[in-house]
């Protein structure tokens, strides 16, 4: 059996390495692209330049946009006394996916883990006490995944905000131990944030 020419090898590592996809996945993509260049390919490779040039981070809450603030920030309709605090921006399009939520959103980066040397400060936590400071929040929702890291994450940001002042609430029903946002039902994810609970 022949290897893939170079270029076309390149580009099924490149895919490789997506989460999800192994090498047998990435050569089945790439082969059907290939296939569909016209329909498939040009026009993947012209979207990916251009979010690769125009995609940047919201100095704000850290979702991803086309401007310095994203749409969610920008939004004047979004309550700015509530703020939602997830892990990553896959656990924000799943709370966005809801629809139960209307405030905005704060996006930590990660939590905190001692095994990948994973502190605070490489977190997005001392960004979030300075909104609570100077955006007049009322209310911080930690909606964190329920893993051991997660929960870590959220008592150590409950522990930095307590002297706020600001209520800090969690996710409750719903969300099982060890589950992850992104991988929730739109329902679910509704009814843990209807059934939040102070910590």
Do not use: F
Request: hydrophobic letters at 45%; charged letters at 25%; proline letters at 6%.
């Amino acid at each position: 059996m022949h290897a893939p020419p170079n270029d076309i090898g390149a580009l099924i590592a490149q895919v490789a390495r997506l989460p999800g996809l192994g090498p047998r996945s990435a050569r089945r993509a790439v082969l059907h692209m290939l296939r569909k260049r016209a329909l498939v390919m040009e026009p993947l490779a012209r979207a990916l330049a251009r979010v690769a040039e125009t995609a940047r981070d919201c100095r704000l809450c850290g979702n991803i946009g086309t401007e310095d603030i994203c749409p969610i920030c920008a939004d004047p309709r979004r309550a700015t006394g509530t703020i939602c605090v997830v892990e990553d921006l896959s656990d924000l399009w799943a709370m966005e996916r809801g629809g139960g939520y209307k405030g905005r959103y704060h996006v930590l980066g990660g939590t905190l883990s001692a095994i990948e040397a994973v502190g605070p400060e490489d977190l997005r936590i001392p960004a979030l006490v300075a909104r609570i400071e100077a955006e007049e929040v009322r209310e911080v929702i930690l909606a964190l995944n329920a893993t051991v890291e997660g929960q870590t994450t959220a008592h150590y940001i409950a522990d930095a905000l307590a002297p706020t002042g600001v209520a800090i609430s969690a996710l409750a029903q719903g969300v099982p131990m060890g589950g992850e946002l992104d991988y929730l039902d739109d329902g679910t994810i509704a009814a843990a944030l209807s059934a939040r609970r102070r910590l």
